[in-house]
Nanobody
Framework: VQLQASGGGLVQAGGSLRLSCAAS????????MGWFRQAPGKEREFVSA????????YYADSVKGRFTISRDNAKNTVYLQMNSLKPEDTAVYYC????????????????WGQGTLVTVSS
């Protein structure tokens, strides 16, 4: 499956962005999806994940209550709605997919998109 993330940009603290990740090449509903991020000089970290049907989700504590993950299997797209953004949310955001595993670990995901940059100014 090929993944294309989009929607990043520059936003002021307290603002909102919605990231999208469009999948192609395989049956989208066969993949659990995740969002990860990597800030400069830091390791890639888990942000959120959603199950194959969208009936189960996980969030990192740092984004819980501010970010919402969702998916539209008819449109082959997963979304990450980000509200109340903080400067510490600045990072490159990656979407990832896996047909068998669903969760918080980076190494569980076999397929990755190219990333989209989110910059939050103070």
């Amino acid at each position: 499956v090929q993944l294309q993330a989009s929607g990043g940009g520059l936003v002021q603290a307290g603002g909102s962005l919605r990231l999208s990740c469009a999948a192609s090449g395989r049956t989208f509903s066969n993949y659990a999806m995740g969002w990860f991020r990597q800030a400069p000089g830091k390791e890639r970290e888990f942000v959120s994940a959603i199950s194959w049907k969208g009936d189960s989700t996980y969030y990192a504590d740092s984004v819980k209550g501010r970010f919402t993950i969702s998916r539209d299997n008819a449109k082959n797209t997963v979304y990450l709605q980000m509200n109340s953004l903080k400067p510490e949310d600045t990072a490159v955001y990656y979407c990832a997919a896996d047909p068998k595993r669903f969760g918080v670990m980076t190494q569980w995901y076999a397929y990755w998109g190219q990333g989209t940059l989110v910059t939050v100014s103070s």
